[in-house]
């Protein structure tokens, strides 16, 4: 056989490996890398990624799918008002980096060029603010957020603006963060 | 002659009828069209508007710009409140049209593409809080929002979720929009 024969490596190992390669050349490059550069990039032939993933854009969504499943940052179990500002401020820091942008506007780009992947948009945001939920309920049982609120409006006050500033190219310093969560906690307030 | 000839027409009603063909053609069918698509339905040759904007997301980008000095809801003068509802309702509203998330996810693929267009994101945005200026800025002067605060941030906390709603393909309603200028205005209260 001419052609370069490629390892023979499990199945779900290939896939890790072709999906680590696309993060990390979305967060170098963004949108903008082709399968060829991630083939090239990741040793995996093209056409064994394309048996996998049927489009690029696919492909892309499953590197964000499976970013949002490894970057989880720490929540304080103790005071929910400190845990919701950590979170706050964990999420500025992470989209201060020059990835985050590029991979956020990757996500949206993915979307737009296959509409059936704006869920996937959906599900990205939405798994992230599930990290939100548990101190956000306990600011309400503990009365200091309203009850007759869905509580994640005030998580969408806090990170949306960052998210946007994000796509603009600005970027959210800590103690913006922290104004963002005074704020909105106070807007809830009973 | 064997080529179709194209109409004498001046430049600048050249680039109206390039850049309105693309708006609606982005609103229809997202970001994914060709510079073939625009050329055929605008009836401009294809070699025309790469002459006049050099590449697809600079059309885009172009296009897009357009669009923003197109749409300025009108503002109610007399009750700065009630000024900045109608504000947020009529973003709301606007979004809620699926023309509104083609266009600004096709926005922020542009600006994925081709990372100099990222000004170009922040640049829209920012003409489009400017409409919000003159009702914050009456709040705060009527000691209704704190004067210690850029009072876009209120902005942001308002518009920013619906955006990121947008993008996921999720609406934002009328009651949903006011609930958003009730909690942002009463959290940056003095």
Redesign the interface.
């Known amino acids: 056989m001419s052609a370069p024969t490629e390892p023979r490596r499990r199945g779900a190992a290939v896939e890790t490996t072709v999906l680590d390669t696309t993060i990390a050349l979305l967060a170098e490059r963004?949108?903008?890398i082709t399968v060829d550069d991630i083939a090239a990039a990741s040793g995996v032939h093209k056409t064994t990624i394309y048996r996998r993933f049927e489009t690029r854009e696919r492909l892309v969504a499953a590197a964000i799918r499976r970013l949002g499943e490894l970057e989880v940052p720490p929540v304080d179990a103790s005071d929910p008002r400190a845990a919701l500002e950590a979170l706050a401020v964990s999420v500025a820091a992470a989209l201060r980096s020059p990835r985050a942008?590029?991979i956020l506007?990757?996500a949206?780009?993915a979307?737009?060029?296959?509409?059936e992947l704006?869920?996937l948009?959906?599900e990205f945001?939405?798994d992230r603010y599930e990290l939100a939920r548990e101190p956000l309920q306990r600011l309400v049982d503990a009365g200091v957020i309203r009850r007759d609120?869905d509580a994640i409006?005030?998580w969408?006050?806090i990170v949306?603006?960052m998210?946007?500033?994000t796509?603009?190219?600005?970027s959210t310093g800590d103690d913006a963060a922290r104004?963002?969560v005074?704020?909105?906690?106070?807007?809830?307030?009973p």
Chains 1, 2 share one sequence.
């Open positions: 963004g949108a903008a942008g590029n506007r990757a949206i780009a979307s737009a060029a296959t509409p704006v869920a948009a959906d945001f939405r609120l409006i005030v969408e006050q949306n603006p998210h946007v500033r796509l603009c190219g600005r104004q963002l005074e704020l909105a906690v106070r807007g809830a307030r």
